[in-house]
């Protein structure tokens, strides 16, 4: 259920400044699709489009090179070590017209507490859509009413509630577009990003 691919691209850099020199290597996507990151300053720019691609700036001038995983552990073992987890992102889908989730995702409820309640200091947002059978207004408020759900869930789980918000969409934002009235399974859906 984990659901990277709704995200946008994800541009994993490092970026180390010493007073002249700076370094930029573009790391992988957790998801294996294209990034890149332009790195720009008054003497032009470079694009970086493949992973492990670097360029290194100083006073002295600029220079681009391919770098490599092994090169990246040996140098920044460190700040690698030091960064939060990535944020885990899912999706629960809906029985049709209320907020009784498909046995499937009710099963998947068990692997997203144990992030959250794994994770030091996590943040949860909780996001509530619905198809487009039913006026803008009702799926406004059943989106709505999904996400605080499923945030009540959590928290009678034991998560802090303080750590989670909870909003609907309504129809806005579908998973598959369709014409009005059609009764699509994959928009009824509640999105958990846990970071």
Request: aromatic share 4%; with cysteine.
């Amino acid at each position: 259920m984990n659901k990277g691919h709704r995200y946008l691209a994800v541009m994993a850099f490092l970026l180390l400044g010493a007073c002249a020199n700076e370094r930029v290597i573009l790391l992988p996507s957790n998801d294996g699709r294209p990034s890149a990151v332009v790195v720009r300053d008054g003497r032009g720019e470079v694009v970086l489009d493949k992973p492990y691609a670097a360029t290194t700036r100083s006073a002295g001038g600029k220079d681009t090179y391919q770098s490599s995983a092994d090169d990246v552990r040996a140098r920044f073992a460190q700040a690698l070590a030091a960064q939060p987890p990535r944020p885990s992102n899912y999706v629960l889908y809906f029985e049709a017209g209320g907020n009784v989730l498909t046995a499937e995702s009710q099963a998947a409820m068990v692997s997203i507490r144990q992030e959250i309640a794994q994770r030091a200091a996590s943040e949860v947002m909780v996001i509530g859509h619905t198809d487009r059978v039913g006026s803008a207004e009702a799926n406004d408020r059943l989106s709505r009413k999904r996400a605080e759900s499923l945030r009540d869930l959590l928290i009678e789980s034991g998560i802090a509630a303080d750590k989670l918000e909870a909003v609907g969409r309504g129809e806005r934002d579908p998973l598959v577009p369709t014409d009005d009235d059609v009764d699509e399974p994959r928009n009824r859906r509640v999105e958990i990003s846990v970071r």
